[in-house]
DNA sequence: GACCAAAGATATTTC
DNA sequence: ATCTTTGGTC
């Protein structure tokens, strides 16, 4: 026990020893928040306090919650396994199975991921005949999710004027749909889970009495639906119930967009009237300049709940900051950087590339590649999210469950097998007509569509009965088989990779197989197709957060979202240009720029030792070169912490003078502007401009301000150039009449 | 109904 | 630039 408070500094050895009140632990960027959360729970079960069975144990996502598993299961002598861990999903789809008969699902419910959800909507609009440009898909959808995390059924939702009440009606249309399909999306976990125990009350008592504490991680971006779900738990001062345990930090909420509500950190400690809030102010982590940095850009926000981080590491190296012409200049400066600190002995894996939007990796990734540097990329297209791989689940899907809709629809033509658009259609009004699932109203046909239909069905059918003893492997791999999806890839052109990942896919449930097995009584029988629906509803929550290359050393790529919680020696933090970062659709919302400066924050405090920030006059952006001013971000960072590789200029001076190169050796890299030009897609006749100017040039103007050329055309008195002001827009203007400066 | 080509829409962040 | 939808042809 001493072994596990050791090592604590005051604040931390206080939060992990508080007693079982609720508490709110404000915890800084590295200041130790899941050390502390950890080894409260630890100290919790070691101290006799609480038996493993009582913890609930809340993270964000399926890493962080695995981390803590395994933290745990070398902190305890006895195995974490009755502790109820997870993510917020996770633990809602373990209340759904366990009573799905209250909850008014079937055992073998399915979950859609965002896209399938996408999907199904298309699907009703369709069915419904509704237009869809009236009703953008995506927009319902966004719709549906915001009322479901707002606790809203169709009923609930207040309608003030007709085209609320007709989405309304299709919310209710979409709920009734996934009912019929028995199908569940992300937001209708959480409120399906919530209502289970609000309604129930003799459920509720017995979670309330068994979950006497209740930890959660990044509390900052819990929703309102969440926070509500906690509460359930909780002893709101009547009836019994858990404690709270939350740690967060205000500063690091970064996902208002899928409705985190940072406010629920004060409603917390005003509902609870939590006596223990406890600020976790050293940071471990970083040197003092990386340090340093990150408050003072903090510091430009307001309404913050307000802390001070320090750390008694020592200064460290400056900050370096590099401008560069184009992006891929930026990416190329990147990867000789990184060859020398690999030459310098760093490990790959310490190193990491950050940057706002998924779209920006590519680049990087390009110059990583033609480098021959081994490098790994989160997030974007996950594993479970590839096509070939949702078609497979598909028909496991269908296996599972018939009445799953989006499923049928996915495959009951892939790999073609002559049933059209149309033979759909008759089957969707028929659907409709008798009131049942797709797959149920195919029997009800007659006539020539319904023969191929038919076969698609004895298809589907033989796979359950063939596949019904198999363990999971040699399930998914017969069904690979007899579905004709292998057959279909191997006849394919480029189907070399996805033939590949449907291995892979193999692979996977093998690994699922033997986790569940080692979670078991080894006499234990495993129902095969129970068996598959849990692999299945692991296969929506976790999207396959890439284990095959884990353990290798390679560079991490990563957006700035999905690095949240995590460390490394270096960063690099690319792209830091006006309306990329900060984006410029945050400048449009309330509180927008205050998220994106959070989201800076986080950027900065994850390196240790070295952070590198750099930016590009040209940017590729969606297919045209785009000329932005550098981020407002890296004026907020006091010049005493940096040290620029490439001269400084003012901040309107994003450009420099035609051709110029950039002094110093190792300029290579630094082409003139013109040369960024890719040669297949030259810029057709160029207008002669006068004085020097020339594309990426600052200008000043009177009225609008700072600006910078962005393209150019006529000659003589007509030319003309078009130049972003930034703030004040972008305008043409006639050189002729226009007042401008070189800035 | 399948298949291919061309036009058209759409591009922030994620459980 | 990329993905999706649409249109035309076999």
Redesign the pocket.
Known sequence: MSDLLANLNTEQLQAVTLPPQHALILAGAGSGKTRVLTTRIAWLVQSGQADPAGILAVT???KAAKEMLARLSTMLPVSPRGMWIG???GLANRLLRAHHRDAGLPQLFQILD?ADQLAAI?RLLKTLNVDDEKF?P?ELQHFINGQKEAGNRPHAVEAWDDYTRQRVQLYQEYEAQCQRESVVD?AELLLRSYELLERNEPLRCHYQRRFRHILVDEFQDTNRLQYRWLKLFADEGREGGGALFCVGDDDQSI?R??GAEVGNMRDFEREFRVANVIRLEQNYRSHSNILDAANAIIRHNSNRLGKNLWTDQGAGEPIRIFEAYSDGDEARWIVDEIQQLVRDGALRSEIALLY????QSRVLEHQLFSAGIAYRVY?GLRFFERQEIKHALAYLRLIANADDDTAFARVV?FP????????LEVLQDAARTYNTSLYATVPHLTGK?GTSLAQFVRLVEDLRRDTAGLPLPELVDHVLDASGLRAHYKAEKEGRERLENLDELINAAANFLAEAQAQRAPDEALPTHALLADFLAHAS?E?GEHQADQGADAVQLM?V??AKGLEFNAVFLSGLEEGLFP?E??TL?SDGLEEERRLMYVAVTRARERLYLSFAQSR?L??QTRYNLRSRFLEEVPAGLTKWLTPPKPRSAAGGEFGAMRGGAGGGYLKPLFAAQTPR?PRPSFAQLPNGLRIGQAVSHAKFGQGVIVAAEGSGNDAKVQINFGPAGVKWLLLSVAKLEAA
């Open positions: 964000f996502t399926n993510t917020f999903h965002s298309k953008p995506r992300f996902y967009f899928r706002r939007s998924n779209a997030g033509n073609t097998r002559g049933i059209g658009a149309r033979s569509p929550l999207a957006t979202h999905s984006h659709n945050s919302e590729m969606h297919g897609a």
